[in-house]
C-alpha cells in the first residue's frame, strides 16, 4: 500500500493526512474484497523498516494503528472478518500488542474474509527467523535436519496455516516486492499499479481481479502442461 506520503505532497497535506487518507482506503478495499467473495487479504501495513523513519511519523503511524483497532475492529467482527497479524508485534508499545491479541481472539470464529495485516514485518527478518527456529528444534533432537522440506520450513513462517498468495498488488508504480512475502510469492502473479494507495477504489480491486482472470499460471511447468 505504497504512495501516502506522495498523495499528501500532491494535496499540499501533511504526511499524516496522506496515511488518513491511506486507512479510508484500507476500508474500501476490505468492503470490496467481501464484495466479490475474496477469501483472503493481506496488507502490508507497517514494515520493519519503518521503524527508521522520523519519530514524529512513527509516532504518527502508531497512532493511526491505535485508532484503527479501537474504530474497525468490532465492525469487522459484524462483517464476519477474521483479523490475524503477522511480524515483529513486540516492536509495539504494550497496549498495541494488547489491542492485536484482543482482535485475533474477538475475530477467529469468523470465516467470510480472512485478513492479515503485515505489522513490523519484513520478509527476510521472517525466514531467518523461522531458520533459527528450525535450528534450536535441531539442537534439540525434536527435529532431524533431513525432515525440513519447503512444507515444513513454511509451518515455520509467520504465515503458518495461510494459503501462499495468488496475486500481490503494488500502488503507486513501484515495481518491486520491498521484503514482503518472500518465500510466499514464489508463484504469485504481480501487478503494479501507478494509483497512488489513498486513490485505490472499488474500479481498481475489481480491475485487479479481471487482470488476474486472465493470467495463465503455470507453476513452472510448459504451456499445455
Request: some cysteine; aromatic content about 8%; glycine content about 10%.
Amino acid at each position: 500500500m505504497d504512495g501516502n506520503g506522495r498523495w499528501a505532497k500532491a494535496h499540499h497535506l501533511p504526511r499524516v493526512a496522506g496515511h488518513r487518507a491511506g486507512a479510508q482506503a484500507v476500508r474500501r478495499t476490505v468492503e470490496s474484497a467481501i464484495r466479490h467473495g475474496v477469501g483472503w487479504l493481506t496488507l502490508y501495513a507497517f514494515s520493519s523498516e519503518n521503524w527508521r523513519r522520523s519519530p514524529g511519523e512513527v509516532l504518527d503511524l502508531t497512532g493511526l494503528l491505535r485508532a484503527y483497532l479501537r474504530s474497525e475492529v468490532r465492525e469487522l467482527r459484524s462483517q464476519g472478518v477474521r483479523l490475524r497479524f503477522i511480524g515483529e508485534r513486540s516492536r509495539f508499545d504494550g497496549d498495541i500488542v494488547t489491542h492485536l491479541d484482543e482482535a485475533e481472539r474477538e475475530t477467529a470464529g469468523n470465516t467470510r474474509l480472512n485478513l492479515t495485516l503485515a505489522l513490523s514485518y519484513g520478509a527476510r527478518a521472517e525466514i531467518a527467523t523461522a531458520a533459527r527456529t528450525a535450528a534450536r528444534l535441531v539442537a534439540e533432537g525434536a527435529l532431524r535436519p533431513e525432515d525440513i522440506d519447503e512444507s515444513c520450513f513454511g509451518d515455520l513462517l509467520f504465515t503458518a496455516g495461510m494459503p501462499d498468495p495468488d496475486l500481490i498488488i503494488r500502488t503507486s508504480g513501484e515495481q518491486r516486492l520491498s521484503n514482503f512475502l518472500l518465500w510466499q510469492s514464489a508463484y504469485a502473479e504481480l501487478l503494479f499499479l501507478d494509483v497512488l494507495w489513498p486513490d485505490f477504489g472499488p474500479e481498481h480491486f475489481a480491475g485487479a481481479l479481471a487482470e488476474f482472470a486472465h493470467r495463465e499460471r503455470r507453476f513452472g511447468a510448459r504451456p499445455g502442461d
